[in-house]
Every structure is written in structure tokens, then in C-alpha cells.
């Protein structure tokens, strides 16, 4: 067998070994899988289902138990065949005494070097051409699936046990997208995490607040390290709560010291201050003034007032438009003065002294009506006193406006450089200051109240994220509910003696402790479809701590009110209508409809409620892996859905802007707070 | 060839009946110039299919009897002393008398019954084809094939072959009894008034043609690689024999083996009508290619172990690919 070149297997040979080498890698690949991918993908799912629910591995990781099928099908088809043994077994099967096998080798090897041997070969070659043309590999090369082993009931049995394993719920606390993670009700009111991305609204907003030297700003430095504390750990929810409440305290009584030493409206001149920032923006030489007291600095905006009024001394085009601008915030302030004539505090006033006189004129029946007319007259006449008060403030605050318009007016007049203009213009800041001062500080202290609030329901909420899309969906109809009923509760409609009627029930939801009482604030209405809700008490069946007052107003069948709870928690429902109950002081039997008509909720989206119905705590078995939750589907329409805008941004700008306009103007505080919980629960997770 | 070898073993098949594998084995002998030995009890055919076989190819045909007393000059020849013929002075020579081994097909008749010298009379002829007598080498004719037989049942008075000489022989062929059909045959051919007679169909000069042809075969590495796997997994010292081997093996085959087992692949192939050996080829031929130059040790012949068995373990053990 010496020889020179090989020869070379003709094209049915050939077409023969490849459909031998398919037919063997199939069949290769078929006892692999059978043998080894699927016995060990089902042993290493068991593995990843345990994984999965003992150690919190994603369930998205089960996919690599499915690895050893591409793995052994891969192996199938690349790894190398020795074809001299598939020919082999195709001359067994087909009984052909190895003559395509000869062939195969001889087209390998050398041409002999005897030409005999030469001949015979080229003649075993063209015997084996002729063969392979007639020849089928696939019988010879059968593909089976090998039958089951008993050593295959191993990985099922894995697997089995696997599924009987329960899932680690206290181990999957860790946030997951896509999944509601739900946590032994005990355990989350124990745990002391704060969702961050939540909080760092306010966050922010504390550390804006906390930038200047008074009660507001210790407050909020002080809800800064509750909350920080609570982050790393420090001090539990429990402690937390107690801490703020504490602050709470102390912001109650600086808002009473406050409030006593409050001689102005500090809505109207937030509202006066606005606008003279505004007019004073008009021109280039005050704008710096207006920006100042636009952000409520005072200080900086009458330093800015007298360095223009230095300006406009010195240049008569600088004083040209010192006196636009003087004379623009005359006519703003001036405007501003006319429409609050008639004040509504007024007419409030009015209509509660009138009710008080009706209500003094009033003889009781019996002793137990006797106390209740004495009550309602203290009620009355406490509300009389702080509508006096109140009114009193406006009429200082216009008083105030009036000045500063007179002020701008006369600064307006005055020649420029005159020792006279001088004074005028200083008179003029100071009283941007005095006001933006009294503006700002009461902004300040409503932020920190807000902020408090804010920050109240943060601890609460803190490691209850995984209350399910249950619990949301009640904290909706909850929702749905309260503004329906303030939408019946402001087309309530007289009621007789004095009781308006309202068709729908009022809902005043009080945030309190669980378990403390059940108060109901009952509003009522006068003949006239008047009311004004003076006390929405709770009717505490048992809780001593149920504290309730309604602050309701109605007008013409339209009630209006807010509500908030000091300690107690609870559903109120109103009788004669809707209406919202704040207070901090009133405290009853309950039994007692409360003024006024309207309801409302404080918080309609607040914890559940402390009713005494035999609530108990309970686990909810969210669903996992698949849906979306409400967040995710914010966010994934911000991101690839109708908006345009990174929803981040977009809600910013909208917040802030709702921000300015809180600060800017005098919302009721029910409102403030239902308008920052709006935006606290769409911000951006 | 394939017609011619069909020929042949119809002509014998003529006179021999059943026994094909021995008649193949015989005529698979003189193809590959090696010789045989035949081993099976009296009277069934041995001589007469060794004494068919010289009439069908037309060879000259000679019988040896080994006897003890038979003496290496009965088989080589001897020179005596003889007048010379037309010489009337009775003038004597000695002449050389050329023994019955110079024959083409030579018949060593129960070969183990003679003594070692006379059976060693056989080595020079088997393996040179040559024969010394006096100061003189003779050559034998060609093609010369020495085809002995021997009885393995009586055995008393009999002196076993020498491993050396076994190993001339190319193949050891076990002649079975005939079956039930055969034994018939056999003796309507024996017994009745009608004598098959046989037609001689190759000559010396085609049996040389053929004998050169078979070696020009050729045959696939992986054929020839399992020869010599299958040779070496007969010594016990080899990593791929077989327990039995290891066991009960003395020595196992030696390469005359493995040249018997390729040429026996080779010629069993043109047989079939086939151009080239395979892997069952060697198969069909290792059994007796290899049972008389594989050696039992001392337990293997206490237990009476088959040199067949420990054969059929290595083909067992042997893969056909590596």
C-alpha cells in the first residue's frame, strides 16, 4: 500500500456519510436530552425553585436550569464523528461485508504501489459508488428515545420536593420590580425602612424649609433627623411616630403663639405681595425688587427697593421706570383692595352672630336639652370670636395693603432725588417687608404643619408597601367615595330645624391610633341651607381619644368643610349632609349632630380605619410575576408610552407648580394636604 | 479466481460430502503456500479429501503413514547402492532415492504418531521447501503443501507436535463429524456401484498465478490493525487480553499467526467473490489461524480449557474500531 495519492470517495458515498453524520447527531442528540439535558434540567430547576423561594433569588433565574438542553444539543451537532464507524455500521446493517468501509479507507490511504492491488482498489471504489447509490444510512443509524430510567425518578422527586418548599416571605423584603412583596403585618410595623424614592420629596422639601432661623425651620431640621434616624435604623416606626407627634406639639403651640401675635391677615398680604412683586417685575429697574419678594425675602427686597430708588435718583430714564413700576403697584394693590371689600369672612360673621342670637333666644325644654343649647351657644359663640378675629385680621391686612398702595402711590408722586422721595421709598420697604415677613412666616409654619403631616404618613406607610393591590384598591373606593359624597354633600338640601339633609352620607376620615373610637362628625345645616359646620364631633363609642372638629361651611346648600383628627382615627358620618370636621380641641359625647353641612375627608387616602368593628390585621396574598402594578405602569407610560417627557420631569414641573400656588395662595388645609398627597402618590418610584 | 475456486471446491465436493469449511480451510492452505494440519477422530475424510484435492488441481500426490518406526529417510529419501542399468561389469553407484516428500501434496498421515526426529524431518521441507540428504538440498516442487492429519483421541503412544513445528503449519482444522444428511450421502456415495469421479480443473502454474494474486489483495489499515490487535490480546502480558487469556495463557500466537489470519482473510474473501478482506474475514479465520501456536498454561490444561474459547474471548474483546 505504498503509493502516491490518495484517491477520493465519489459524491454517493459521500452524499452517504452526510446523511449518515445528520442521522447520527440527531440520534446523538436525542439520547442526550433524554439521558442527560432533561434529567439534569429538571434536577437543577428543583435546585432554582428552592433558590428561588428560601434565598430570593429572581424567578427569572429558573430559565438556567434550561441550559443543559442548548449545552447537549450544541454537543450533538459540533462535536467531531468518526465517520469510519458510521460507514462501518452502515456495511453491518446492510450486511455489505464492509465494502463501503474498504471504499472510505481507501480513498484515505495511498494508491498502492503494485498495479494489481491499484486496480483491485479503483475496482473495491467503483463496487462501493454503486452500493452507496442504492444504500439508506437513516435504518442503519436509528434515532430512539432511550425508554426511563428508574434513576430519572430522582430529578422529578427533586422537583416535587422543591415545590413543596414555602416561600421565604420575611426573606423577599427587598424591593422587585414587577412584585408586590408582602410581609407578616407584624413584622412590617416593626420594620423601620423608609422607601426612599417616596420620601426624597420631602426630603427636599424639609431642607428648603429648614434654610432659616425660626420655629419652622427647627421643626423641619427636626422631622430631617426623625426621619434619618428612622432610615439607618436607629429608632423604630413606633418611636418615630412618637417623636413627630411630639414635634407636632411643639408646632401646635408655635402656631398658637403665632396666631396670637398675628395682627394682619397673612393670606391677604400674601396675595398683596404677590402682586406688588409682580407690578414691581414690570420694569427692569425693580425687577430685582419683585423677584426678591416674590420668594418671600423681604430684607433683600427693600435693600434692592432703595438701591433702585438710588438709580432712579441719579437717571431720569432709570426714574421713569421707577414711577411705572410704582404706579403699576399702586393700581394692583388699589384692585386688590376693591375686590375684598366685601369680604366673605364678613358675611361669615354676620350669619354667625345672627345664628347665635337665634340660638340665644332659644328656650330649652328639658335639662338635657338645656346642656345641649348650651353647647351649641358655646360652640356659636366661639365661632362668632374667631370670625371676629379673623375679620378683624383682614381688615388689618387691608388696612396694611392700603399703606403700601398709599406708599407706592406717594413714592410715585414724589420728585425724583428728593429728600421726601427718599423717605417715601423706605416707608415702602419696610412695609414689603413687614408684610412678606407676615406672609411668609405663616407659609412657613403651614409648610411645617404640611410637612409634619407629610412625613406622619411616611412612618406610617414605612415597610407597608407590600400591602397589595387589594389594599389599594380599597384606599381608591375609599376615595371614590369621599368625592362623590362631597359632590351629594354640596347639593345637600335644607333641612328642618335647623338640620340640613344631605343625600349622600359624609364621610370624614380622622387619622388617629387603631382602636380609638369611632367619631362621627354631624354637621348642620340651618333653615336656609346655610350652615356652618362649627364642630364635627366624634361620637366616641368607647375611645376617649376620638377627638373630632368640624370646621364646615355651607352656603345655599353647599357645604364645604375639613376635617382632621388629632388623635383618633376613625369614619365620620355626617346626618344631614357632608362635611369635613378639623379640630383640636373638640371633644364630646358624640351624640351631637355638628353644624353645618358638607364632608369630605382630610385624607381620604389614609390608613385604614380605627373603627372598633373588629378589624384584625391580615396577610395578603398579592399576586407574583405577572401584571403590573399601578407604579410600574406610571412609569412605563412615561417611559415608552404617550409621554414624550421623562415622567420624572413632567411631574416636577406640575408639582412645584401646585407648590407655588399652595404658598402663593390661602387654600384650606384640608385642601393643602389633599393636594400634596395627590402628588406624594403619583411621584416617581 | 472466484470462478476458479468455485470449480475447484465443486470438484471436491464431489467426492467429499459436508465438510465445507475444511474443504475452504484445505484449499485456502494451498492458495497461501502454507500447510495444514487436520485433526479429527478415523474415518472422517481426511485422506480422502487431502487425496480428492491432488486430483482435482492435478497435482502429484504422495502418503506418508507415520508409524514410531518410521524413520526421517522414509519420508526425505535416502541413497543406496545400485548397478548402473546396461552396465554388464556390474559396476555399482550410489544413487539417491527421493523420498515420498517430493510430491506436490503431501499427506502426513497421523504425523503425531511418528518420533520428534522423523517429525522433524518435515521442518526443513515445510519451511524451506527444500530437503538435505547427505551433503545434497533438494528442492521440492513447487507448489509443495504438506497436509497432516492427527487423531486427538488416542493419544497413548503418540508424541505431540513441537510448538516449532506447529507453527509451520498455516492453519489447524478441526474436521467435525458429518451430520445426520451428510452420513447419508456419504454412504450412498460409498456404499453403491457408482464412484464419484473427479475432474482436475487448476494446474501448478494456475495455482502459482492465484497464489500471487491473493497476496496482491489489498487490505484496509483497519483490517490489518485488527490482526495484529487480535495477535497481541492472545499474549497475557497484553493490556487488552481477555481474563481467560490472562488466566490460562502460556504464550499466545506468534506473528506467523498474524500472517496466517491476513492470509486467510484475504483468500476467504475471494471466496465470496469479494476484492477486499474485512474485519469478519479475520474473524471467520483467526480460530484457525491461531489455536495451534496459542499455548495453555499448566492450569488451563488441568482445567481443560478450550484454546477455542480463549480465542473466541479475544475476538470478543477486540473491537472492530479503535
Known amino acids: 500500500m505504498n503509493a502516491a495519492a490518495p484517491h477520493a470517495t465519489g459524491p454517493a458515498l459521500d452524499r452517504l456519510l452526510a446523511q449518515a453524520r445528520r442521522r447520527q447527531r440527531t440520534a446523538d442528540a436525542a439520547w442526550a436530552l433524554s439521558r442527560v439535558a432533561l434529567p439534569v434540567a429538571v434536577a437543577l430547576l428543583a435546585l432554582g425553585l428552592v433558590a428561588t423561594r428560601r434565598l430570593g433569588l429572581p424567578q427569572w433565574s429558573l430559565w438556567f436550569a434550561s441550559a443543559p438542553i442548548p449545552a447537549v444539543l450544541a454537543w450533538a451537532w459540533l462535536r467531531p464523528l468518526q465517520q469510519r464507524k458510521l460507514v462501518r455500521r452502515i456495511d453491518e446493517f446492510h450486511r455489505t461485508a464492509d465494502r463501503l468501509g474498504s471504499a472510505y479507507e481507501f480513498a484515505r490511504g495511498r494508491t498502492p504501489a503494485d498495479p494489481r492491488t491499484a486496480a483491485i482498489v479503483a475496482l473495491v471504489q467503483h ?44 426573606e423577599l423584603a427587598s424591593p422587585l420590580v414587577g412584585e408586590i412583596l408582602i410581609e407578616p403585618v407584624a413584622q412590617a410595623k416593626a420594620k423601620a425602612g423608609l422607601d426612599l424614592a417616596l420620601a426624597s420629596p420631602l426630603r427636599q422639601s424639609l431642607r428648603e424649609l429648614s434654610h432659616a432661623d425660626d420655629e419652622a425651620a427647627a421643626a423641619a431640621k427636626q422631622m430631617l433627623e426623625i426621619l434619618d434616624a428612622l432610615e439607618r435604623g436607629e429608632i423604630d416606626r413606633a418611636l418615630a411616630l412618637e417623636q413627630l407627634e411630639e414635634l407636632e406639639r411643639q408646632i401646635a403651640e408655635a402656631e398658637e403663639k403665632f396666631d396670637a401675635e398675628l395682627r394682619e391677615d397673612p393670606a391677604l398680604l400674601a396675595e398683596a405681595t404677590q402682586d406688588l412683586a409682580a407690578a414691581l417685575q414690570t420694569e427692569e429697574l425693580t425687577e430685582d425688587v419683585g423677584k426678591a419678594l416674590d420668594r418671600g425675602d423681604g430684607d433683600n427686597a427693600e435693600q434692592a427697593l432703595a438701591e433702585a430708588g438710588d438709580k432712579a435718583d441719579a437717571q431720569a430714564e432709570s426714574d421713569e421706570q421707577m414711577k411705572r413700576s410704582l404706579s403699576e403697584a399702586e393700581r394692583r394693590l388699589g384692585q386688590r383692595n376693591d375686590e375684598r371689600e366685601a369680604s366673605e369672612t364678613a358675611k361669615q360673621l354676620d350669619e354667625a352672630e345672627r345664628r347665635l342670637r337665634r340660638e340665644e333666644q332659644k328656650k330649652p325644654q328639658d335639662p338635657e336639652e338645656a346642656a345641649e343649647h348650651e353647647r351649641r351657644l358655646k360652640q356659636q359663640r366661639d365661632k362668632v370670636e374667631q370670625l371676629k378675629r379673623q375679620h378683624e385680621r383682614e381688615l388689618a391686612a387691608q388696612k396694611k395693603v392700603e399703606e403700601l398702595r398709599r406708599q407706592a402711590k406717594e413714592a410715585a408722586q414724589s420728585k425724583a432725588g428728593s429728600a421726601d422721595r427718599k423717605r417715601k421709598l423706605e416707608q415702602l420697604g419696610r412695609g414689603m417687608k413687614e408684610a412678606s415677613r407676615t406672609a411668609r412666616g405663616a407659609q412657613r409654619m403651614q409648610g411645617a404643619r404640611d410637612a409634619l403631616e407629610e412625613a406622619k404618613t411616611f412612618v406610617r406607610r414605612a415597610g407597608e408597601s407590600g400591602s397589595g393591590q387589594d389594599r389599594r384598591k380599597q384606599q381608591f373606593r375609599r376615595f371614590d367615595q369621599a368625592a362623590k359624597g362631597q359632590q351629594q354633600g354640596q347639593q345637600g338640601k335644607d333641612g328642618k330645624d335647623g338640620k340640613g339633609k344631605g343625600q349622600g352620607k359624609s364621610t370624614l376620615l380622622v387619622e388617629g391610633d387603631v382602636g ?44 364645604q368643610g375639613d376635617g382632621q383628627g388629632q388623635d383618633g382615627q376613625g369614619d365620620g358620618q355626617g346626618q344631614d349632609g357632608q362635611g369635613q370636621g378639623q379640630g383640636q380641641d373638640g371633644q364630646g359625647d358624640g351624640r351631637t349632630p355638628g353644624d353645618g353641612i358638607g364632608t369630605g375627608s382630610q385624607d381620604p387616602l389614609a390608613d385604614p380605619t380605627a373603627m372598633r368593628s373588629g378589624t384584625k390585621d391580615v396577610r395578603v396574598d398579592a399576586r407574583r ?27 416636577k414641573e406640575y408639582r412645584d407648580f401646585a407648590q407655588s400656588t399652595l404658598d402663593s395662595d ?12 395627590y402628588y406624594q402618590m403619583i411621584q416617581a418610584r | 479466481m472466484h470462478a476458479d475456486l468455485a470449480e475447484l471446491t465443486a470438484q471436491v465436493q464431489r467426492v467429499i460430502v459436508g465438510q465445507d469449511r475444511v474443504i475452504r480451510s484445505v484449499l485456502t492452505c494451498l492458495l497461501a503456500g502454507g500447510h495444514g494440519l487436520l485433526e479429527g477422530v478415523p474415518g472422517l475424510g481426511k485422506t480422502l479429501l487431502i487425496r480428492t484435492l491432488a486430483r482435482a488441481v492435478h497435482l502429484d500426490f504422495a502418503r506418508i503413514q507415520f508409524t514410531p ?36 501434496i503431501v499427506l502426513a498421515d497421523e504425523i503425531n504418531r511418528a518420533t520428534p526426529k522423523t517429525q522433524s524431518a518435515l521442518l526443513e521441507a515445510m519451511a524451506e521447501g527444500t530437503v538435505t540428504a547427505g551433503a545434497q538440498t533438494r528442492k521440492l516442487p513447487d507448489p509443495f503443501l504438506v497436509l497432516a492429519t492427527q487423531n486427538p ?20 482444522v478441526h474436521v467435525e463429524f458429518p451430520g445426520e444428511d451428510e452420513l447419508i450421502a456419504i454412504l450412498d456415495r460409498t456404499t453403491g456401484l457408482d464412484a464419484a469421479s473427479v475432474k482436475p480443473v ?89 489455536r495451534h501456536r496459542v499455548i495453555l498454561n499448566f492450569e488451563g490444561e488441568a482445567e481443560g480449557i478450550s484454546i477455542d474459547d480463549c480465542i473466541a474471548k479475544v475476538l470478543a474483546a477486540v473491537p472492530a474500531d479503535k
Open chain 1, 516 to 559: 380609638q373610637g369611632e367619631p362621627n362628625a354631624m354637621m348642620e345645616q340651618d333653615s336656609a341651607g346655610q350652615g356652618q359646620g362649627q364642630d364635627g364631633q366624634g361620637q366616641d363609642g368607647q375611645g376617649q381619644d376620638g377627638q373630632g372638629q368640624g370646621d364646615g361651611q355651607g352656603q345655599d346648600g353647599q357645604g
Open chain 1, 127 to 170: 463496487d462501493a459508488e454503486q452500493l452507496a447509490a442504492t444504500l439508506d444510512a437513516r435504518p442503519a443509524i436509528p434515532v430512539r428515545v432511550p425508554g426511563p430510567r428508574a434513576l430519572d425518578s430522582l430529578p422529578l422527586a427533586l422537583l416535587g420536593l422543591a415545590l413543596l418548599v414555602p416561600i421565604a416571605t420575611a
Open chain 1, 625 to 651: 410575576g405577572r401584571g403590573v402594578s399601578k407604579a410600574e405602569i406610571l412609569k412605563d407610560a412615561s417611559q415608552h408610552g404617550f409621554a414624550s417627557e421623562p415622567y420624572r420631569k413632567m411631574f
Open chain 2, 153 to 172: 483421541l488416542e493419544m497413548e503412544g503418540t508424541y505431540p507436535l513441537p510448538e516449532a513445528q506447529l507453527d509451520r503449519f498455516l492453519f489447524k
Open chain 2, 202 to 290: 487448476l494446474d501448478g502454474r494456475r495455482i502459482g498465478q492465484m497464489r500471487e494474486l491473493v497476496r496482491a489483495i489489498p487490505v484496509t489499515d483497519s483490517v490489518t490493525r485488527y490482526v495484529v490487535r487480535v495477535l497481541r490480546a492472545t499474549h497475557p502480558d497484553d493490556g487488552r487480553a481477555p481474563e481467560m487469556v490472562k488466566r490460562y495463557v502460556r504464550f499466545g500466537g506468534s506473528p506467523r499467526g498474524a500472517q496466517a489470519m491476513l492470509l486467510g482473510a484475504r483468500i476467504r474473501c475471494t471466496f465470496d467473490g469479494r476484492m477486499t478482506p474485512s474485519i469478519e474475514d479475520v474473524r471467520a479465520v483467526a480460530g484457525e489461524a491461531l
Open chain 1, 666 to 677: 390661602a387654600f384650606p388645609a384640608a385642601q393643602r394636604r389633599l393636594v400634596k398627597r
Open chain 2, 69 to 104: 518406526d518410521l524413520m526421517p529417510a522414509d519420508i526425505v529419501g535416502t541413497s543406496v547402492l545400485l548397478q548402473s542399468e546396461g552396465d554388464s561389469s556390474g559396476k555399482t553407484s550410489l544413487q539417491y532415492q527421493p523420498g515420498p516428500i517430493f510430491a506436490n
